[in-house]
């Protein structure tokens, strides 16, 4: 299975902006759809996820919540799934998590239809 790693989390302050990244080193993700997920402090991961696209990235989704401050982009050269995180608010502290669906598909919301999950990377924001 690759061995999804997201990173790009850290202390920012509201208003601000973060990328995170999900790559799998020596592990093509090009043909997978790719989720990111959302486990605010203190509660269980989400099980919708926040973001998704497909393997092609013509394929998007962005939770109604954040459709106005988060967009979510591949390099597939790169192999490497990006969201982008703008105008943070302290709600959107948590750890986040990519995932990938091994079915070459319309990305889904559901976390039951990936099979692959990372580590996470911690975002927090505060003043």
């Known amino acids: 299975q690759p061995p999804l790693v997201a990173s790009g989390g850290r202390l920012a302050h509201p208003g601000g902006t973060l990328t995170l990244s999900c790559t799998a080193p020596?592990?093509?993700?090009?043909?997978?759809?790719i989720g990111w997920f959302r486990q605010a402090p203190g509660q269980e991961r989400e099980r919708d996820a926040i973001?998704?696209?497909?393997?092609?990235?013509?394929?998007?989704k962005i939770a109604d919540p954040v459709k106005a401050r988060f967009t979510i982009s591949r390099d597939n050269a790169r192999n490497t799934v990006y969201l982008h995180l703008n105008g943070l608010r302290p709600e959107d502290t948590g750890t986040y998590f990519c995932?990938?669906?091994?079915?070459?598909?319309?990305?889904?919301?559901?976390?039951?239809?990936?099979?692959?999950w990372g580590q996470g990377t911690q975002v927090t924001v505060s003043a």
């Open positions: 973001s998704c696209i497909n393997s092609a990235g013509d394929n998007r």
């Open positions: 020596g592990w093509p993700i090009d043909r997978y759809p």
């Open positions: 995932a990938a669906d091994r079915l070459d598909r319309v990305c889904r919301w559901e976390d039951e239809s990936y099979d692959w």
